[in-house]
């Protein structure tokens, strides 16, 4: 698992979402490692996690891919009510 982890920091400054969604599948999560899985395994075994390390980066990766996630999301949402709302008053 430790080489999984290692590939998806390389991997992170091209490809932050695939690294979001793997690293998703093993615990990694918007909030920190997800209690009794792998992540959080690793995380045990490591004790103290450096920062900038292969454990580090992939967390960071996972928290700010998902806060930019949910405001595209909320972004989108916004604009397709705005949308909708303009089509409405069109119609009358």
């Not at 395994?41 to 990766?61: E, N, R, Y």
Request: proline share 3%; charged share 0%; no cysteine.
């Amino acid at each position: 698992m430790e080489l999984l982890v290692a590939g998806l920091a390389y991997i992170a400054p091209a490809v932050p979402s695939v690294v979001s969604t793997v690293g998703g599948w093993i615990g990694f999560s918007a909030v920190g490692p997800v209690a009794g899985s792998v992540a959080a395994g690793l995380q045990s075994a490591a004790g103290a996690v450096a920062a900038g390390s292969a454990f580090a980066v992939v967390q960071s990766t996972a928290m700010t891919t998902a806060a930019i996630s949910s405001t595209t999301a909320a972004g989108g949402a916004v604009g397709t009510a705005a949308a909708a709302g303009a089509a409405v008053v069109a119609l009358l």
